[in-house]
């Protein structure tokens, strides 16, 4: 009798039930896979942090000129003579971040270049 309805199962349910496994090992495989991408990832963010420290910048006052902690840190980077490039690498930023505080520096200083924006900054005492 049990031998009858294990022939039924077989033979009604074949198809769903090969098809019901073969999702149960992609769905497996899928989670794993992605597990192991993500864990890895959030490994090489770590590192990479661990690898390119936040600069340390020395305290910047900026007085009444509305200048933020981000500009006065472009600021003193742009003293130093780092590109845009450079500047939104080590700050981890964009690029377009980077020129719209340096922008905003120019207006607030009333400026129109990186060297005029050092030398007017200079001479406020905003940067040493």
């Known amino acids: 009798m049990q031998l009858v309805n294990y022939y039924y199962l077989v033979r009604s349910f074949t198809i769903e039930f090969y098809l019901g496994i073969i999702a149960l090992v992609f769905a497996t495989m899928g989670i794993w896979v992605g597990w192991r991408l993500t864990e890895r990832k959030s490994m090489e963010v770590g590192l990479h942090l661990k690898q390119f420290p936040t600069p340390t910048l020395p305290e910047i006052d900026s007085g009444t000129y509305g200048i933020s902690k981000r500009e006065e840190e472009v600021l003193l980077l742009i003293a130093k003579g780092f590109s845009n490039q450079e500047i939104a690498d080590k ?38």
Request: proline fraction near 3%.
């Open 91 to 128: 700050l981890f930023v964009s690029l377009n971040t980077i020129k719209t505080h340096s922008a905003n520096l120019f207006l607030k200083l009333d400026v129109k270049r990186r060297t005029q924006a050092v030398h007017r900054a200079r001479e406020l005492k905003i940067i040493p």
